[in-house]
Each structure stands twice: as C-alpha cells, then as structure tokens.
C-alpha cells in the first residue's frame, strides 16, 4: 500500500511558478513509477508528467513540454513538479499518482494510488 499526499498549491498569476510535491508513505517508494495528473472543472483528467523508479526518463504531455519538470528524491519519498510559465489553462486540481508498472503511464487507469489533489489557480 502507498499512501500519496500532494502540497504546493495556491494562486498565481500568469508567467509565474510553483512546485508541487507529493510524498509518499510506505515501502519500497523507488519501486513505484510516479506521475501528477490534472483536472480542470468540467474536464477529464489529463496527464501531465511522468517519472521512471531511477528519475532517469521523464514524460510530459504536450502542453506542459518546456514548461514543466518532474523530478524525483527517492530518499525522501518525494516526487515534484516544478511548473514554471503558468497560463490561466493550467488551472485545475493536480493529482499526485503512483503505479508498480508503467504500461499505461498516460492513462489515469494506469495507476493503483492517487494522493487528494492539491488546487493550482492562474490568474489572468
């Protein structure tokens, strides 16, 4: 069992940054591929970046290329997404996600835990 709780939210304005964490609780964290997920109101939830067990290779969706860096601290149980350039669209609950396969790591089905989200509000 994994227990995920994500932090960092808050209100920003546009062209600003924040870094979301998300620590995890339990056994054997390097063993689980993480990802952070978003869901903007009235949306699906969509992928937005996902990191291997070692930190060694990284996936983001395409909206987020260039802007956003997930990374990872295996010895603090600790997965981060540094989001930088912020627009009014990446407004949305981020979801923090983990999962011992990577098979379906762009897929919210793809994982067995989920944190409880943590709110990102861009401003105009």
């Known amino acids: 069992q994994v227990q995920l709780v994500e932090s960092g939210g808050g209100l920003v304005q546009t062209g600003g940054s924040l870094r979301l964490s998300c620590v995890a609780s339990g056994r054997s964290f390097s063993t689980y591929f993480m990802g952070w997920f978003r869901q903007a109101p009235g949306k699906e939830r969509e992928f937005v970046a996902a990191i291997r067990w070692s930190g060694g290779y990284t996936y983001y969706a395409d909206s987020v290329k260039g802007r956003f860096t997930i990374s990872r601290d295996n010895a603090k149980n600790t997965v981060y997404l540094q989001m930088n350039s912020l627009i009014p669209e990446d407004t949305a609950v981020y979801y923090c996600?983990?999962?011992?396969?990577?098979?379906?790591?762009?897929?919210?089905?793809?994982?067995?835990?989920w944190g409880q989200g943590t709110q990102v509000t861009v401003s105009s």
């Open positions: 996600a983990a999962d011992k396969s990577s098979s379906n790591y762009m897929r919210d089905t793809g994982y067995d835990y």
